[in-house]
């Protein structure tokens, strides 16, 4: 179903965003008061509205009162930030997403009644040290805060065990997609198809339920 979202800030985030949810085929309305950000986006953007996200009149205007779900992506101008989500909270927007610059920013969003805080840099920073430290690891592929690809090695506990022995998408919930094994890729496995210790592993799944699967399986 196609959904409507105001972005407020073309910063690197917010404009990385509206490129994504245009790409999932959404409106996005692109709010920025450097014209020169909203250029780069026009190609993206359903709708461009050159202001000042801080003055709840010019908001108004940009028909932002329609909305269901926003996202403040306001970088480093805490104080706008914080003043465009209150705006957005009086008109009762149902969803308004604020990306933080810091946790004392992040505890007075969640006063004001942000429904959902983020932290791009860092939520980032702790999954990559997060994947970088598991040996098993190696690579993965965010598809969103809940799911990811990954790409695993298998180890000696799996060796001459079929897919049907481990049972994974019963056991963990989530499924291999492909194996690599030596320069071989099979993008279509069976579950009569066996592993050997070495073997790359492409498994989708729930990050919990990947993580689970590493720590238990392999
Ligand atoms: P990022 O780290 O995502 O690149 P930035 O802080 O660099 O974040 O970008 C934030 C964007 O928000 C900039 O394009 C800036 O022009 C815009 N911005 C900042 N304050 C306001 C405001 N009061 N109203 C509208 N846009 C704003």
Redo the contacts with the bound molecule.
């Keep these: 179903m196609r959904k409507q979202f105001a972005i ?7 404009s990385s965003m509206c490129k994504e949810l245009h790409r999932m085929n959404h409106e996005v309305l692109a ?4 014209e020169t ?1 909203l250029n780069a986006v026009k190609a993206y953007a359903t709708h461009t509205v050159t ?4 003055d709840e009149q010019v908001l108004i205007d940009a028909g932002i009162r329609n909305f269901d779900h926003a996202i403040v ?5 805490i104080q ?1 930030s914080i003043l ?1 989500t209150l705006h957005l909270k009086d008109f009762d927007i149902n969803q308004v997403w604020v990306k933080a610059q810091n946790d004392y920013h992040h505890k007075v969003l969640d006063k004001i009644g942000a429904d959902r805080v983020f932290h791009p840099e860092s939520d980032m920073g702790q999954r990559i040290a997060e994947y970088l430290t598991s040996e098993k690891v190696i690579d993965y592929i965010d598809l969103s805060d809940e799911y990811s690809i990954i790409e695993t090695l298998a180890t000696p506990k799996v060796k001459g065990k079929s897919l049907a022995d481990l049972d994974i998408r019963a056991r963990f919930g989530c499924t291999i997609i492909a194996i690599k094994q030596k320069n071989k890729v099979d993008v279509t496995p069976h579950p009569e198809d066996t592993l050997n210790p070495g073997d790359l592993l492409v498994v989708i799944g729930h990050k919990n339920d990947l993580r689970r699967f590493q720590k238990e399986a392999l």
């Design positions: 407020i800030g073309m910063g690197r985030f917010g709010i920025d008061k450097d950000k202001a000042d996200a801080t992506a306001i970088g480093e101008d706008a465009c």
